[in-house]
């Protein structure tokens, strides 16, 4: 990896339910603790690509997070979610075109393109080099699909010559680089395509976010199944520019305000028929 | 062709071919006189041209065209362009089908055969070509072998020492490994001749061999040709506008006007007392 | 499977605690937190090693035990690890539900300390992620073991399964040489030649991404042979007499050209499984690249041969050759020489289409750039990609330039002669001959 600022100190804290304490170059500013967000002022300052609109860029192929429906209309719980941060924003909401998974760390990292990415994007310690993300918003894991009855399990997996696809630049994607070596990893632009190649036998398995792979079977993937669940814990978080602490700091405001005023449960319960999510 | 067949314009309605002695015979008698050539009784004319119709869609080019030639004859064939002098030796070798007539080449009738037996006819018959259409990838030599050794099933040494031997004849033997785009026009035709000759076929045919070449070049394509008619005893069919080659070498010039043969007769007969005001108003245009 | 089989212990274990609680607590080693994995992230630029002395990423993951709590865990690497300037991440979960847990982590050279604020519960399965450390520059076998604090009393904890790592790579020196090389850090400054052209970054794509672009070569080699093969059939039926044939041609050829090769691609990989035929991902790689390739030579073919004069024809047919040996030795040879350019053009399209092979999992050269830009966040592998396209492309470019122009100039040297005096100095020399020749 690249050279990372060692820092010959700090006793670093674990906090759950907040983004990593430290950062890992010296130029970026640390997580702000999740119970501080309160202090923030009501006016807080911050820029937008395009004024009164909350610009998302994402990859819409990610049900039920964010996905194009039969009428072509961008929806999701994650676009509810965004819906709702920019009301309590006074902002509209706007959605980019569809866009690699990929690339959406790069071009919140670059700016002018969008404000925001809220695209099921667990925050991770290598995504929070390039962008900053909000406090987490929802818990996940993983999940291994494979042709239902096929008996795979990450054991019969892990070998020589087999393929387990993944979206590229997921969290998938790094659990079989290290968890699946001698799998031959198969990062790909989007899900269903990796479902569809796990289907007709292409590749052996996918690795994706549980409730994704949940969602697609049963809506297009019945001779799939969930063959092993991966508690990975990981919170999904949303992308901002470091360059735009302002605007972090007036999301988390408002999610804090979706928590509390239910929002956040009558989304949760609109997408996954529960609020224990 | 069959989709030019498909527009023809009213089919033509022509007599069968002559039984063949009937039809020698006829010959002997119509062709005293008109060549220089000796031919004998009883002997039968190499290629027979009865009643030989060509359309190109809805134009008559060749109309009720009638022409024997005796083998070893060296025939000149003179005309104004569009005349349909080239069309009739096309259809010799059947790179034109005649619409109607027949053509016979020793009293084997050549329309409406098969692929494979004109192939095989074609063999019989060589020609050679205003454009000389070499084989721009084949060197001089290679030019020659290939009939040989495709078409005579020659094995490859036999067909190199023929190639080498007729190339000198055209004075070409230093020109063997020369592919023809380093050949001078000249050089070029006298390679298609040397090509033709080496499949020793029974009739050669010239469609207009200096046509394309540059005036100083003509010359020794002339020589060439002028060698083979004397010395070869090959039957020769020529088309061209070199009126000398005609009167020094023709046994028997052709006359040919819109379609028709107009006047033949041996060179200086047609050349000196044309009898056809066409003929003489033609040969004085020209000379 | 240690997710599963952790899982299993704990379903298995909670049930029968309530029927055996203490008769099971009792034989029970004084095991309260179980190893259930250690896992390293690999750090070897554009490869897939744990290098030692380089920062990585540890992964612990244990359960506590039915009837237990865990207040402190200390992980213990071998000598020569470091911990040191570390940050920990902690997740605890029950099944898949996350809890809340917070802690501090303490390094201390080869061993971390992580105290919890509040007791992680039976059940649990605790994960710490610790970034940012490193193991032994010597690399080998490191086995994770430590101890942990359970109601108050230490206990030693399991070996975890050895990780394995390695010893620095030459490749990985340069890469740290650059690292530490105050120009790179001045390259990689600017947004652009950073994200674009990170020197480090260069150097590891470039032997990463060496079996990709082999395989593309060979994908593309293999398949023109077949390609050409197929394109010249097809194009001698389209140019056939019989109109049946004439239209199977048509519409092979336009399909494959009217259509992406994406499309394609889809359709072979999946859709010949779903009709029960499985064949090699790169065996189909080439299948697909050869049809795909064969319609664009059929009509370069097509239009090659129907370039080549009539008169060829003639003389081949004067000669007594029959349609096949015409095709063969006369127009065929020089349908060849006409359409090289085309074709090396076509090649080189072929070539950087393998690329789309990648989202079907043909580990081609896109793919390998594509994972290296997922682990690494910068598109310089894309250009390092692009490099490697240009060592094939740029000679290829070059041999189409050289061949255009020997063809052009032999073009200009043959066929018939202008009567008009047009490329005279061209052939001066043989027409000086030639008129010694005839005199």
């Not at chain 3, 430590?146 to 790579?169: C, F, M, Q, R, W």
Request: glycine residues 8%; negative net charge.
């Amino acid at each position: 990896m690249t050279n990372m600022n060692r820092r010959n100190f700090v006793a670093t804290l674990g906090l759950a339910g907040t983004a990593l304490l430290a950062g890992c170059n010296g130029s970026e500013q640390p997580a702000d603790d999740a119970q501080t967000t309160d202090e923030t002022p009501e006016e807080a300052s911050y820029t937008l690509v395009k004024e009164g609109v909350l610009t998302n860029v994402a990859e819409l192929g990610f049900a039920p997070f964010e996905y194009i429906d039969e009428d072509g209309v961008t929806v999701g719980f994650d676009v509810d979610l965004s819906n709702a941060i920019a009301e309590k924003l006074g902002l509209t909401c706007e959605w980019l075109p569809n866009q690699a998974f990929d690339t959406l760390v790069p071009t919140i990292a670059q700016g002018g393109k969008a404000d925001i990415s809220i695209a099921g994007m667990t925050i991770d310690d290598t995504r929070l080099e390039e962008v900053d993300f909000s406090d987490p918003y929802l818990n996940s894991n993983q999940g291994i699909v494979a042709l239902a009855g096929s008996g795979e399990t990450s054991e019969t997996l892990d070998a020589e010559g087999v393929q387990v696809a993944c979206q590229t630049g997921t969290t998938g994607n790094s659990w079989i680089e290290e968890n699946l070596p001698n799998a031959t990893c198969v990062p790909l632009a989007d899900v269903t395509a990796g479902m569809m190649g796990v289907s007709t036998g292409l590749y052996k398995a996918m690795v994706i976010d549980l409730p994704v792979a949940q969602n697609m079977i049963a809506e297009s993937f019945s001779d799939l199944e969930v063959v092993e669940e991966i508690p990975t814990g990981e919170q999904y978080g949303i992308a901002v520019s470091y360059d735009n602490p302002g605007l972090k700091d007036a999301i988390n405001d408002a999610l804090a305000q979706i928590e509390e005023d239910g929002t956040m449960d009558e989304i949760k319960q609109k997408w996954f028929g529960t609020t224990e999510v | 062709m069959p989709a030019k067949l498909r527009h023809r314009a009213p089919v033509i309605e022509v007599p069968p071919a002559l039984p063949a002695d009937e039809a020698a015979s006829i010959a002997y008698e119509a062709d005293q006189g008109l060549t220089s050539h000796h031919f004998t009784p009883g002997e039968h004319p190499i290629v027979r041209i009865e009643h030989l119709n060509k359309s190109f869609d809805d134009t008559l080019v060749l109309k009720d065209v009638n022409l024997n030639v005796w083998p070893g004859e060296v025939v000149v064939v003179l005309g104004p362009s569009g005349s349909g002098k080239s069309t009739m030796l096309r259809c010799i070798n059947l790179l034109e089908t005649p619409s109607a007539g027949h053509i016979l080449i020793e009293d084997d009738e050549i329309t409406n055969k098969s692929a494979a037996e004109v192939n095989k006819l074609r063999r019989d018959v060589g020609m050679v070509f205003q454009q000389f259409n070499l084989f721009p990838h084949l060197t001089a030599k290679e030019n020659v072998m290939i009939g040989q050794t495709k078409v005579l099933k020659k094995d490859k040494a036999e067909a190199e020492a023929e190639a080498l031997k007729q190339l000198a004849a055209v004075g070409l033997a230093d020109r063997a490994d020369f592919k023809p785009a380093q050949l001078s026009g000249g050089q070029q035709q006298r390679v298609a001749i040397a090509r033709a000759v080496a499949m020793h076929p029974n009739v050669l045919l010239f469609d207009e061999p200096t046509s394309a070449l540059d005036p100083e070049l003509v010359r020794g394509v002339l020589d060439v040709m002028r060698d083979l008619a004397e010395n070869s005893g090959m039957t020769m069919i020529v088309v061209t506008h070199e009126m000398g080659f005609a009167r020094d070498v023709a046994d028997r010039v052709v006359f040919m006007e819109d379609g028709v043969v107009v006047e033949q007769g041996l060179p200086e007969k047609v050349f000196d007392h044309p009898e056809n005001p066409r003929t003489a108003e033609f040969l004085g245009s020209i000379n | 499977m240690q997710h599963r089989r952790g899982a299993l212990l704990v379903a298995l274990a909670l049930a029968l605690t309530g029927v055996f609680a203490t008769t099971l607590a009792a034989p029970r080693p004084a095991q309260a937190l179980t190893t259930e994995k250690a896992t390293a992230r690999p750090n070897e630029d554009g490869g897939d090693g744990v290098i030692g002395g380089m920062d990585t990423r540890l992964t612990w993951e244990g359960t506590v035990e039915p009837g237990e709590e865990v207040t402190s865990v200390t992980l213990t690497l071998p000598e020569g690890s470091t911990f040191d300037g570390s940050t920990t991440r902690i997740t605890a979960l029950e099944g898949l539900k996350r809890m809340d847990v917070t802690g501090e982590a303490v390094p201390a050279g080869s061993s971390i300390t992580v105290n919890f604020d509040q007791a992680i519960p039976e059940g649990s399965l605790l994960r710490l992620e610790i970034t940012n450390m490193q193991f032994p520059s010597e690399g080998g076998e490191c086995v994770v073991s430590g101890s942990y604090v359970s109601a108050g009393a230490e206990h030693e904890l399991a070996d975890s399964k050895p990780i394995e790592t390695i010893a620095n790579t030459p490749l990985q020196s340069i890469v740290n040489w650059l690292d530490d090389q105050p120009w790179v850090e001045a390259w990689n400054s600017n947004q652009f030649l950073g994200m674009f052209l990170k020197p480090q970054l260069l150097v590891t794509s470039f032997s990463s991404l060496a079996p990709g672009w082999i395989l593309c070569l060979g994908i593309v080699v293999a398949a023109y042979p077949f390609a050409i093969a197929l394109g010249l059939l097809f194009a001698m039926l389209k140019i056939s007499k019989w109109r049946i044939l004439r239209a199977i041609a048509v519409v092979y050829i336009n399909v494959l050209r009217g259509t992406p090769l994406f499309l394609q691609i889809y359709i072979m990989f999946f859709g010949l499984p779903m009709l029960n035929i499985n064949i090699d991902n790169n065996l189909l790689g080439i299948i697909v690249m050869a049809i795909n390739s064969s319609a664009y030579l059929a009509e370069i073919f097509r239009a090659g041969i129907q370039s080549i004069p009539q008169g060829q024809y003639e003389a081949a047919s004067s000669l007594g050759m029959n349609y096949v040996q015409t095709m063969f030795t006369i127009i065929l040879p020089q349908t060849v020489r006409r359409v090289i350019p085309t074709v090396t053009s076509d090649f080189i399209t072929a070539f950087k289409d393998t690329s789309l092979l990648s989202s079907v999992g043909v580990m081609e050269l896109m793919m390998f750039s594509k994972n290296l830009t997922t682990v690494t966040g910068n598109i310089t592998p894309y250009v390092a990609a692009g490099i490697f396209y240009l060592i094939v492309t740029l000679p290829l470019i070059k041999v189409v330039g050289i061949v255009e122009e020997n063809i052009a100039r032999s073009e200009r040297g043959s066929g018939p002669r202008p009567k008009r005096r047009a490329d005279v100095a061209d052939s001066a020399a043989a027409q000086m001959k030639e008129a010694t020749d005839a005199c």
